[in-house]
């Protein structure tokens, strides 16, 4: 690749990671349209830790936390209570689905990766999750702040789990009932980590699929944007090491030319994930991700036209 190849696609890569359009089917779909090959894995490997030190770099404190918790949880019993060490819990829960995903089907996956017209119609999947999320978590809401003849929103003694008729439960903060908002779970938890491992495939949005899963249970939104992101942390992680280990040959032997065309996508991927991260975090706080639904289902329609154009040509 060239130089400006590289800060283009890991421009695309920074903000597509976290935006919820899918990264890998942009990866797949840009180099598709401008006619250039498909990136090298060591290429790949490299942004994708670039946008792993972009999310670190907004939820250092959050991360810091929850490792914390969870460290010393293991080795004293008093502090597995606390909420740090919960969410530490259910992310690892969260996670397991795509590290089962991502050994077992890798090499079937990889394939995908030279098909554009698959990137598209997982993008259409993709619009249908974010769409499907918000319908259903807004009713959620909805229903529990007008109580739907549940429980009165009144003052309770202790911190006990109340549960309306939806068959949800409300958390308790300091004593009284928070209407509208759901916590996270185990359930909940592992159900979104099948939405994050369904984005091995190009085209389905990991940070989409993520988010979508838990408001379909209706999770708040800029929870779930929250626990999407710091989902992303060991998946990204894990991922890095496992593709790192298979490229270090081709990376060794690329030349002076291949460094700096990994440098260039590392940094471009780097501030363009800074800035989608605070993006969404700030979007998310008052705006649906209905607008990622269209913008899917517009960049699907594009993939078809042009690859049907290409094959009549």
């Given at each position: 690749?060239?130089?400006?190849?590289?800060?283009?696609?890991?421009?695309?890569?920074?903000?597509?990671?976290?935006?919820?359009?899918?990264?890998?089917?942009?990866?797949?779909?840009?180099?598709?349209?401008?006619?250039?090959?498909?990136?090298?894995?060591?290429?790949?490997?490299?942004?994708?830790?670039?946008?792993?030190?972009?999310?670190?770099?907004?939820?250092?404190?959050?991360?810091?936390?929850?490792?914390?918790?969870?460290?010393?949880?293991?080795?004293?019993?008093?502090?597995?209570?606390?909420?740090?060490?919960?969410?530490?819990?259910?992310?690892?829960?969260?996670?397991?689905?795509?590290?089962?995903?991502?050994?077992?089907?890798?090499?079937?996956?990889?394939?995908?990766?030279?098909?554009?017209?698959?990137?598209?119609?997982?993008?259409?999947?993709?619009?249908?999750?974010?769409?499907?999320?918000?319908?259903?978590?807004?009713?959620?809401?909805?229903?529990?702040?007008?109580?739907?003849?549940s429980i009165e929103n009144k003052t309770i003694t202790g911190r006990e789990n109340m549960i309306d008729t939806l068959g949800y439960k409300k958390r308790t903060?300091?004593?009284?009932?928070n209407n509208g908002s759901i916590g996270f779970n185990a359930a909940i938890a592992i159900i979104t980590g099948i939405g994050q491992a369904l984005a091995i495939?190009?085209?389905?949005?990991?940070?989409?699929?993520?988010?979508?899963?838990?408001?379909?249970?209706?999770?708040?939104?800029?929870?779930?944007?929250?626990?999407?992101?710091?989902?992303?942390?060991p998946i990204i992680f894990g991922s890095f090491i496992f593709e790192l280990y298979h490229s270090l040959e081709t990376i060794s032997v690329g030349g002076s030319?291949?460094?700096?065309?990994?440098?260039?996508?590392?940094?471009?991927?780097?501030?363009?994930?800074?800035?989608?991260?605070?993006?969404?975090?700030?979007?998310?706080?008052?705006?649906?991700?209905?607008?990622?639904?269209?913008?899917?289902?517009?960049?699907?329609?594009?993939?078809?036209?042009?690859?049907?154009?290409?094959?009549?040509?």
């Amino acid at each position: 690749m060239k130089i400006i190849q590289s800060i283009i696609l890991g421009l695309i890569q920074g903000a597509t990671e976290f935006l919820p359009v899918s990264s890998s089917g942009h990866l797949v779909i840009f180099p598709y349209f401008f006619g250039w090959g498909n990136p090298s894995l060591p290429f790949i490997v490299t942004v994708h830790f670039a946008t792993l030190i972009s999310v670190a770099t907004v939820f250092y404190r959050d991360i810091y936390r929850i490792l914390k918790a969870v460290v010393l949880g293991i080795f004293i019993k008093a502090k597995r209570e606390s909420d740090n060490f919960k969410l530490g819990i259910l992310l690892v829960i969260a996670s397991i689905p795509a590290a089962i995903a991502g050994f077992l089907l890798d090499d079937y996956i990889e394939n995908l990766f030279s098909k554009p017209i698959a990137a598209g119609g997982f993008l259409l999947i993709t619009a249908f999750f974010l769409w499907i999320g918000e319908f259903r978590g807004k009713r959620i809401e909805e229903g529990l702040k007008r109580g739907d003849n549940s429980i009165e929103n009144k003052t309770i003694t202790g911190r006990e789990n109340m549960i309306d008729t939806l068959g949800y439960k409300k958390r308790t903060i300091g004593g009284k009932i928070n209407n509208g908002s759901i916590g996270f779970n185990a359930a909940i938890a592992i159900i979104t980590g099948i939405g994050q491992a369904l984005a091995i495939l190009p085209g389905i949005s990991r940070s989409g699929t993520t988010i979508s899963f838990a408001r379909f249970f209706g999770i708040k939104r800029d929870e779930a944007v929250r626990f999407s992101f710091l989902l992303s942390v060991p998946i990204i992680f894990g991922s890095f090491i496992f593709e790192l280990y298979h490229s270090l040959e081709t990376i060794s032997v690329g030349g002076s030319q291949a460094w700096q065309n990994l440098a260039a996508g590392f940094i471009s991927a780097y501030i363009a994930g800074l800035f989608a991260v605070k993006f969404i975090v700030f979007l998310t706080r008052k705006r649906s991700l209905n607008m990622f639904a269209v913008y899917c289902i517009c960049m699907a329609l594009i993939v078809f036209i042009f690859y049907f154009v290409n094959k009549i040509i």
